[in-house]
């Protein structure tokens, strides 16, 4: 008991930035937060546990911190939304030190700050895993902004954000399932950042947005598993190729140590928190003009084109992949 | 992985009273829920893990899904908000059957719906303990509308809904360390549905803060914990007597059996979730016409004076007991 209000007054500490963000009336300390809203919530949990979401002896805390809340984050830049506050529930176990709970707040804490993001309250209690639960709050003045998995139609293209497999291959390089030896010492650091400090696409979701996106989901399970539930929420059929996808750096290495083809780990691998957005055609080139010029200031990553969106049952398809392909086959 | 995906179609079905609720524009299925704003949210998160907060063996699945989203709406309560949405994230161990998750989802909405709040999203997971997190959003059209736990002024009276005590005694009685057999047997029924389910005082603490309350927190602690928060918060002291606290029916029939003097119980047995208040002296004599004109058609609990709010430390002083108390003494 004393430990746990002890965790709460060290996390107030570090989570104060958040209580002197706009709009925050009541936070920590309250028997709820207070915000001012805008509109429209676009509400997210996720919830990480130690030993199915990440270990403890892979990560630093504030890497663990850090990952949470971007894998909420990352929901809220799925939907186009502009994200508002975040509410970080612990379940820490005996064996953990203080510090190391309140090193988790800071990894949340610099990413949240980096976002724009507030941590206007949330839990601690006691657990026998580490659990991170965090609930993001995002806004929107219109639902018509907002981007939801159905609204994908025949004749859309579909692109991904950035580069797919660094996670799972830097998750690998973790693990020791492969070695780092074969790998530029540069690229191995870039691949394990990818897995411990994912970054949200949270600008690439507002632009993807305006610029007409008509569905879209973050990559969080591998994309096979995320593009084929915007096919059957949409009812459409989706046919993506595996050679266009874009292969993070690095990557072809591991894949090749793991005796698996690169494509179909970057297809299969998850936790990349890029984005899979459907375009209407028309739309197509109108976005990579505003996307080029868009980039510096919006620090945007790149764009690749993957695939189609044609009628037909509501299915994902792979035209040069023999067989199905599902998420986080190799990856763990 | 197929597991999680068939108890999120479980709870698709059995939470979609919550998908026509007004205001929910989408909810389980996209990458979040989007409901409409109304003015001020009001947020809070509550977690309850196996094995902590209770144990699976003497509680149902849908008393576990009731019990935790009664403790996280009852923060709603104490601020005096309107409740909106939940979101509930389960953490499943491998030993747990879809039914009893389902059962567990079907707990949770049938308090909602009594609540008419919207379970509008969350989470499902793996995990090694069943870890229930519930994120709460309620609204307030004026931030003047909702009580906070810093407003306690000198000259203010403290009030306590309901009876307390009753979920204390309720848990003696579950685990055997009292017996049933000197209670009347719907007292001891009563007591045990005080533990498993907790009804929070989301009326009483609307009509609370429409009549003036300065400061409120739900006792969820003990009282002896939670009233000492609002003299800590507010920077005043707090006396009660422990005489004047309402016992519930059994507990002090529980209490003799435990050895210990039944305000003492009532004073530090936690989970009551009953409101404690502070209110202007001036108030009081509006606030009982009102109260009672009220509570035929709110059904509200009856009130009980218990303190008074003074000058001097901010501390929490029991005039008629000897020594400090603190919450959870006696009840596990």
């Not at 892979?58 to 186009?80: K, V």
């Not at 026998?128 to 995002?138: D, F, K, M, N, Y």
């Not at 973050?218 to 949409?234: E, P």
Request: net charge negative.
């Amino acid at each position: 008991m004393v430990r746990e209000l002890e965790l709460i007054e060290a996390l107030r500490e570090m989570l104060a930035p958040s209580a002197s963000a706009p709009g925050v009336l009541r936070w920590l300390g309250d028997d709820a937060a207070v915000v001012r809203g805008r509109g429209y919530a676009v509400t997210s949990v996720d919830t990480m546990v130690d030993g199915v979401h990440f270990r403890r002896g892979q990560l630093s805390p504030d890497e663990i911190g850090h990952r949470a809340l971007a894998g909420a984050l990352s929901d809220l830049a799925a939907m186009g939304a502009r994200p508002g506050e975040a509410y970080l529930a612990l379940a820490v176990p005996a064996d953990m030190e203080l510090e190391e709970a309140a090193e988790l707040g800071r990894g949340a804490q610099t990413l949240a700050s980096a976002c724009g993001v507030a941590i206007a309250g949330g839990d601690v209690s006691a657990g026998e895993a580490l659990t991170v639960s965090v609930t993001v709050v995002g806004w929107a003045s219109d639902p018509g902004e907002l981007v939801g998995r159905d609204g994908a139609r025949p004749g859309d293209l579909v692109l991904v954000t950035g580069a797919l497999g660094a996670s799972g291959a830097g998750l690998a390089l973790i693990e020791g399932r492969a070695s780092a030896a074969s790998v530029p010492s540069a690229i191995a650091t870039d691949l394990r950042a990818s897995y411990g400090r994912p970054r949200p696409r949270l600008a690439a979701g507002a632009v993807l947005s305006n610029l007409g996106a008509t569905a879209m989901i973050d990559v969080s399970d591998g994309l096979a598993t995320d593009a084929r539930h915007l096919a059957v929420q949409s009812g459409v059929a989706i046919e993506l190729t595996l050679a266009a996808l874009p292969v993070a750096p690095g990557v072809g290495d591991v894949a090749a140590q793991l005796g698996v083809d690169p494509g179909r780990f970057a297809a299969t691998a998850g936790e990349d928190y890029e984005l899979c957005a459907c375009i209407p055609a028309a739309a197509r080139s109108l976005l990579e003009t505003e996307w080029d010029a868009s980039r510096p200031t919006k620090d945007l990553p790149a764009i690749s084109w993957i695939g189609r969106v044609v009628e037909g049952p509501a299915e994902l398809s792979f035209r040069d992949a023999s067989g199905a392909l599902s998420g986080y086959e190799h990856s763990r």
